[in-house]
């Protein structure tokens, strides 16, 4: 078969909105979009392998990439919300005062994502990271059992901060949301890790609304290739809520460190490799 009729066989029969686009590309952004949602199911971290893909894509500009992401993970995190309340049912007295806080915050991390270099926080975030595996591995009880700090007023408060801050993190930079997000309900309020991981997906669904409605009118979404990945997405995610449910808090623990180092692999590239 020559060249030209290859590129024939493999075009696509409807307008995916790509220039240059068939279906061996397709199915690589399904596959990645499918691996995103099982991972942000899980533990939080899809970031680190959707949008990547996208950003692989010919003639897809960064702010494409970023918003036909969103539009995949809202979602799959919308879908994994629902398995985990179903199954786990997670206090929506923590999860929804942080999940409105943190879509506002994203709204304005987007907002002034072009005014406020994310290089600035790297090394930051970095080391904030390798401080958070550390009393993960050299504190096997932590995570264990949901023994929580605080209550009342103090409680929803924390929630409210630590939503705020990590919701600007995603609407500035994005990567490991929901990774950090898990980070906060086990370490500042005291939830295992299940748990966090459940009431984790219904904040980074609205982190995640929050980014969208600011790209949405800019016109950045790629709506048919978007809506594709969101099928995968949502089919990666539903399995990796059932499993992390099934399997319980040790295995979300196990794979939070995988993702935790493979966050500081990728920032530790972000401040030195490119720094070459």
């Known amino acids: 078969m020559s060249q030209l009729a290859l590129h024939a066989a493999l075009a696509l029969p409807f307008d995916i909105g790509v220039d240059g686009l068939d279906w061996g590309g397709i199915l690589l952004l399904l596959l990645a979009a ?6 942000d199911a899980v533990v939080g971290g899809g970031g680190l392998i959707q949008l990547p893909a996208l950003l692989l894509v010919p003639g897809l500009t960064p702010v494409q990439a970023l918003a036909t ?6 979602f799959g995190t919308a879908a994994s919300s629902v398995s985990y309340y179903r199954s786990v049912r997670p206090s929506l007295t923590t999860a929804l005062p942080m999940a ?13 994502a072009a005014f406020l270099p994310a290089e600035v926080f790297t090394p930051i975030i970095m080391v904030a990271l390798i401080v958070v595996a550390l009393i993960t591995i050299f504190k096997p009880a932590l995570g264990a059992v949901t023994k929580l700090k605080y209550s009342g007023a103090k409680h929803v408060g924390l929630a409210g901060i630590a939503g705020a801050a990590i919701g600007f993190y995603d ?3 994005g990567p490991g949301t929901g990774t950090f997000l898990v980070i906060a309900l086990v370490g500042l ?5 299940l748990m966090a991981s459940a009431q984790a997906k219904i904040v980074n669904f609205a ?44 295995f979300v623990r196990v794979l ?8 500081i692999v990728k920032l530790g590239f972000d401040v030195w490799g490119g720094a070459r």
Do not use: H
């Open 34 to 39: 499918f691996a995103a949602g099982w991972v």
């Open 69 to 74: 992401n969103k539009l995949a993970s809202v």
């Open 100 to 112: 409105i806080v943190a879509l506002l915050a994203a709204i304005g991390g987007a907002s002034l």
């Open 171 to 173: 609407g500035l930079i």
């Open 189 to 193: 309020l005291g939830y295992d890790f």
């Open 207 to 250: 982190t995640n609304l929050g980014a969208l409605i600011l790209f949405i009118p800019l016109g950045a979404v790629l709506w048919p290739l978007g809506l594709l990945m969101a099928v995968a997405n949502v089919a990666g995610s539903v399995l990796g809520s059932r499993m992390a449910i099934a399997r319980g808090a040790k």
């Open 256 to 263: 939070f460190l995988i993702i935790v180092g493979a966050l």
